[in-house]
Each structure stands twice: as structure tokens, then as C-alpha cells.
């Protein structure tokens, strides 16, 4: 914005106070694009699969060990190294290009709070 105030200026005042003008927004305008470069330079990624980390989906074909899952309203190819059922709740965590990783969601209390069900079957055996 401050750069065509600059321009405008430039166009507008009389001679010498038209270069005075664009001097002075070309540098405010500098500071600007300086300011929000560092501001969104350390914001955290928005879109894409990496923000599907985390998130719990619902089976749509049999993962064993690929199939399809739904997030979101989306379809998604996903793998679990478990297997799934059609129906069942999934998490994913992780990617492996835009197929996603997914654990099956440990439905003894896990239910609903996204929690990671363990990769291992036999870690879930009593004793």
C-alpha cells in the first residue's frame, strides 16, 4: 500500500517535494514488507497433510494394510499396519507422501479424545 501512495505522490506534488514524498513512503513501505516477512515467516504450516496429523478419521475401505479413510469430509489413501475395518476410527499419525500413516483409536477409553492406539497388538495384552 505504501508503495503506491509513493507513486501517487511522485505524480501529484509539485517539483522538488514530489521526491521527497516517494523517498519517504518507498522507506515506509520497505519497513512494511520487512515486518510482515518476519511476522509470517514463524507461523505454523495452515494447509496440507501435515495438519491432518493428529486428527481422527472414519474408515471407508478395509485398511490391510491400504485402503481409504474420510477426514474432514475428504477421502485420503491411508495405510495402518494393524488393519482397520470399514467403519472403524482411525488416527492418523503421520505421512508418507499423500498417503497417510493411521493407528486404530484404542476404544477403551480413548474414544473421541484423539489419543494414539499403540502400533504393537501385543503391547494391549494384559500382564
Not at 87 to 94: I, L, P, R, Y
Not at 104 to 120: I, K, L, Q, Y
Request: charged share 20%; proline share 5%.
Amino acid at each position: 500500500m505504501s508503495f503506491l501512495v509513493a507513486i501517487v505522490l511522485l505524480l501529484l506534488l509539485p517539483h522538488p517535494w514530489n521526491f521527497f514524498g516517494f523517498a519517504a513512503f518507498l522507506i515506509v513501505g520497505a519497513g512494511e514488507v520487512a515486518y510482515w516477512n518476519r511476522t509470517v515467516k514463524h507461523r505454523r504450516v495452515a494447509t496440507g497433510a501435515e495438519t491432518l496429523i493428529g486428527t481422527t478419521g472414519k474408515v471407508l475401505s478395509r485398511l490391510a494394510p491400504e485402503g481409504q479413510i474420510e477426514l474432514s469430509g475428504e477421502i485420503w489413501k491411508a495405510r495402518c499396519a494393524a488393519g482397520a475395518e470399514v467403519g472403524q476410527a482411525v488416527t492418523v499419525v503421520g505421512r508418507d507422501g499423500l498417503t497417510l500413516i493411521v493407528e486404530p483409536v484404542d476404544v477403551e477409553g480413548a474414544e473421541g479424545r484423539g489419543n494414539h492406539a499403540s502400533a504393537d497388538p501385543r503391547s494391549r495384552l494384559p500382564g
